[in-house]
């Protein structure tokens, strides 16, 4: 909010409905990532990994390269599209993650990764 409000102009009402859409987006995008992964790609990962990457890709490059006072209307679903897609990104990873060791290695490869994750922070 402080950066919509103070860097981009918006007022805090656009600013604080911007976090709630933001917020919207990212609980969708959570669940919608693992249905499509499941029923549309049959469990595979890696596809959508992909597809998340490249949908971060595009989106995050086409905000970078707005200029800087984009009306908020024009912001905004190109913010939800970013935020949509990171959102499913840790989830997928972790089950990939899962999926790419020996079944009896599985809980040791997500602790290692949240391990490896937490200490780079």
Known sequence: MLFANEKLGFSLFLSGLLLVILEAYESFGSVAWVVISDRVFNGEHVIIIIVI???????????????????????????????????????????????????????????LRKTTCRNKG
Do not use: C, D, K
Request: net charge negative; no cysteine.
């Open 53 to 111: 990457v490249i949908i971060s890709a595009l989106s995050s490059s086409t905000l970078a390269l707005l200029p800087e006072h984009t009306p908020f209307g024009f912001l905004v679903p190109i913010i939800a599209v970013f935020r949509f897609a990171v959102s499913g990104f840790y989830g997928i990873w972790m089950n990939l993650a899962s999926e790419l060791v020996p079944p009896e290695q599985a809980g040791i490869s997500s602790r």
